[in-house]
T-cell receptor
Framework: DTGVSQDPRHKITKRGQNVTFRCDPI?????LYWYRQTLGQGPEFLTY????????KSRLLSDRFSAERPKGSFSTLEIQRTEQGDSAMYLC?????????FGEGSWLTVV | EDQVTQSPEALRLQEGESSSLNCSYT??????LFWYRQDPGKGPEFLFT???AGEEKEKERLKATLTKKESFLHITAPKPEDSATYLC????????????FGQGTTLQVKP
């Protein structure tokens, strides 16, 4: 009952295009998190939801990024006007039993 | 500001050669210290949570310990399948559940 499913697993896009990632929790939990990870670094917090409410956003989340969690179940992370610096793995996680469990991540390559 | 530093950045061991990974942290009130294992191209996999100084947790060849300033992940008689990046993260006070990660230690175990 832990973890999340993420889609797509890999995305290659041209600079300036918009991309959207989806996260589906395996089971329902109130909290859902988005992190970003670049090569050789640990994951960095982006934002989190308590049910459908987005309660905290990192300063890493520029105005080109938007996250939603309609109905408090699945979540989407959209990046508009992608830049090469957006190339990273985007991780979604849920929070059963006070522990954060990650999905397999969505790799984004901006060319 | 909460901060986590892991050392060494990379570690090469022979199969059976025991060693330890270090995680130093500064946090305004520790709610939990987490260890994750990450294989290339995959999301972090939860290993342990430690909540207070003096606490220890074990799983197969791995043992995690915690003091007021650092945590160690001891690897006893490692096998090649233990090769991975090991990530340490802290959860501070506040009710968000947000984790602050170190940059990770990449372990390679040679047969």
């Amino acid at each position: 009952d832990t973890g999340v499913s993420q889609d797509p697993r890999h995305k290659i896009t041209k600079r300036g295009q918009n991309v959207t990632f989806r996260c589906d929790p395996i089971s329902e939990h109130n909290r859902l998190y988005w992190y970003r990870q670049t090569l050789g670094q640990g994951p960095e917090f982006l934002t989190y939801f308590q049910n459908e409410a987005q309660l905290e956003k990192s300063r890493l989340l520029s105005d080109r990024f938007s996250a939603e969690r309609p109905k408090g179940s699945f979540s989407t992370l959209e990046i508009q006007r992608t830049e090469q610096g957006d190339s990273a793995m985007y991780l979604c996680a849920n929070f059963p039993r006070n522990t954060i469990y990650f999905g397999e991540g969505s790799w984004l390559t901006v060319v | 500001e909460d901060q986590v530093t892991q050392s060494p950045e990379a570690l090469r061991l022979q199969e059976g050669e025991s060693s330890s990974l270090n995680c130093s942290y500064t946090v305004s009130g520790l709610r939990g210290l987490f260890w994750y294992r990450q294989d290339p191209g995959k999301g972090p996999e939860f290993l342990f949570t430690l909540y207070s100084a003096g606490e220890e947790k074990e799983k197969e060849r791995l043992k995690a310990t915690l003091t007021k300033k650092e945590s160690f992940l001891h690897i006893t008689a490692p096998k090649p399948e233990d090769s991975a990046t090991y990530l340490c993260a802290v959860q501070g006070t506040g009710n968000t559940g947000k984790l602050i990660f170190g940059q990770g230690t990449t372990l390679q175990v040679k047969p």
